[in-house]
């Protein structure tokens, strides 16, 4: 073949790798594989479509005779020491027991398990009553539990011990304006901005911001994911927001799908993108162990983020085997807490397209 031949194959395959555009990655590869604490066991509570797993990873009752677990948020104590705050009721009552969950608190010696069960948060306030737990440290340095959906208008309680005792600081409240209307107290998630400031978001896709943990927060608009090209717009629940990476980051899952998307904003409040692919699916293989084997769990939901060093290392997800309406109790169905090891660092290098 003559010289010049050679040059315009080349220079045309040249061109062609050139104008070729690689697809950012999804979040859902980003998450790593989940170091086997116990021997994975085929026999536990569960369905078999489950397939073997780690019964010391989370949190949950290994026997399936008293308690459903649900929500999980995790906080490092000063001393080393995992607490996990989570929400949990009678397995005897089926899934529809979370009406009547309370907030529990959890601890570990390993960020992925096994947690050991402590007992409830406020047994003194209604019954320790409580559901959509979600942890976080203030910036005074205290520690507080939000919880909302069985208590509205979401109510906060604060301790300066990650042990307790919790004291209950009060209810959010919302500032009167254009979009309050909006702000129906469900899956509310808050946390603490880089400016100081606490940023809140709930079931419908309205963003709030206050200077105070309680409020008075100020609704920034309407739904968010209706203004998303490509975002689904109904049937979204349990956002979780945190910043990293110079970004906002949501993921909010569509409980009829069972999928998750992951949207970011460079301020937090507007111009939410979203991002490709899938946050998480419980269909995919993205729950595997350092031997090979795979967890297909039938719904996973209540995501949350656990961050060192300004990225997120881990993420705790509710999970259960079957569809809910099929957990009825005094069965071998049933939900617990899973902790699952994810590469945040990698992630906020560039994995985003708000970045560009």
């Not at 086997?36 to 797993?53: N, Q």
């Not at 079931?203 to 609704?219: C, E, F, K, M, Q």
């Not at 995919?284 to 209540?302: P, T």
């Not at 957990?327 to 090891?341: A, E, F, Q, R, T």
Request: glycine share 10%; proline share 5%.
């Amino acid at each position: 073949m003559k010289k010049k031949s050679v040059f315009i194959i080349g220079l045309v395959l040249s061109l062609a790798s050139f104008n070729v555009v690689h697809a950012a990655s999804s979040y859902i590869d980003y998450f790593k594989t989940t170091p086997i604490i116990d021997s994975l066991s085929s026999s536990c509570w569960g369905a078999a479509a489950v397939g073997p797993r780690d019964q010391s990873n989370g949190l949950e009752d290994r026997t399936m005779s008293k308690y459903a677990y649900w929500d999980g948020g995790i906080i490092k104590g000063p001393d080393g020491t995992y607490h996990m705050f989570a929400s949990r009721w009678n397995q005897s009552a089926g899934h529809n027991g979370w009406f009547g969950s309370v907030a529990v608190h959890a601890t570990s010696s390993n960020l992925y398990g096994p947690y050991t069960d402590k007992g409830m948060c406020w047994p003194n306030d209604q019954g320790g009553k409580g559901h959509n737990v979600v942890p976080l440290q203030l910036k005074d340095g205290r520690y507080a539990i939000l919880v909302s959906e069985t208590r509205r208008p979401a109510d906060i309680f604060v301790s300066n011990s990650l042990d307790g005792p919790w004291s209950k600081l009060g209810s959010v409240s919302i500032t009167p304006n254009a979009y309050s209307s909006k702000y129906t107290a469900s899956n509310v998630y808050i946390m603490l901005r880089p400016d100081g400031r606490y940023g809140l978001i709930e079931r419908d896709g309205v963003i709030g911001i206050a200077d105070n943990v309680l409020g008075p927060y100020t609704i920034q608009g309407t739904n968010i994911y209706a203004k998303i090209p490509g975002c689904p717009t109904v049937n979204m629940e349990d956002p979780v927001m945190w910043y990293s990476g110079g970004l906002y980051h949501i993921i909010v899952n569509k409980w009829d799908t069972r999928k998750a998307y992951h949207i970011t904003s460079q301020d937090g409040i507007s111009n939410w993108k979203l991002e490709p692919g899938y946050a998480y699916d419980p269909t995919a293989n993205f729950i595997r162990y350092s031997n090979g084997a795979v967890n297909h769990w039938n719904k996973l939901e209540r995501p949350n983020v656990y961050m060192e060093n300004g990225h997120v290392v881990a993420m705790t997800l509710a999970a259960i085997d079957v569809a809910k309406d099929q957990d009825l109790g005094n069965d071998s169905h049933g939900s617990k807490v899973i902790v699952i090891p994810f590469d945040g660092a990698a992630l906020d290098s560039g994995g985003c397209s708000a970045n560009s």
